[in-house]
């Protein structure tokens, strides 16, 4: 969303850059001690604040291609939630970014650091515990509809016990099936595959 070209954003930056520099030796010449002491600070500390900007324009930049990519293997994967969790590994690496461009300031970031890392732990246990206690079963469903995928495809007429249908949507847990008299029926993803199921 950037209109200015870069070279001009760049000559810019110089030529504001170039005119403090000259406006820290004209304070000196009228003898402004103090104007020209918090210029010559502001001098010093301004390329610190460029640097944070870079530091956090490029992890703006890496949060949006891991985006990209997490979402993609998901998708690949017929995971439902893809783009959730491409926007979770999007926020953490723009978080981990902010802390790195205040450190670049100079600014204590132990606070901060501190609270990225009880973040993530909690994150982390969270996602062990729900693994550990209940999402047996949903990892079994995921990958039982990778199976899936490869077995059927959307279209196919396919008969399930007692359910005939078209395949109308094959998702992360469940497939959907179109009956002859209209209705969508839902029929588990590892029940495909451990029943006996006719195509054609």
């Known amino acids: 969303g950037i209109k200015v070209p870069i070279s001009t954003l760049i000559g810019k930056i110089v030529y504001w850059f170039i005119l403090l520099v000259f406006l820290v030796s004209a304070a000196q010449s009228l003898g402004l001690d103090r104007v020209s002491a918090a210029l010559d600070i502001f001098t010093v500390y301004l390329p610190k604040v460029f640097g944070a ?40 690496v723009i978080i981990i970014s902010i802390s790195v461009a205040i450190s670049q300031l100079e600014v204590k970031t132990d606070l901060l650091n501190h609270v990225i890392v009880i973040v993530l732990i909690t994150v982390g ?76």
């Not at 059927?152 to 008299?181: F, H, M, N, W």
Request: overall charge negative.
């Open 53 to 92: 900007l870079l530091v956090l324009l490029a992890g703006v930049l890496v949060a949006q291609l891991l985006n990209g990519l997490v979402r993609g293997a998901a998708e690949g994967v017929g995971f439902d939630y893809a783009s959730g969790l491409g926007r979770v590994a999007q926020g953490l």
């Open 125 to 200: 246990l969270a996602v062990a515990l729900a693994m550990g206690l209940g999402s047996r079963e949903i990892a079994g469903q995921i990958l039982a509809g990778i199976y899936v995928r490869e077995l059927y495809q959307v279209g196919q007429e396919v008969r399930v016990g007692e359910v005939e249908g078209q395949i109308e949507e094959i998702g992360t847990v469940k497939t959907t099936l179109l009956t002859e008299e209209g209705e969508l029926v839902s029929i588990s993803n590892r029940i495909l595959l451990e029943q006996h199921v006719t195509s054609r």
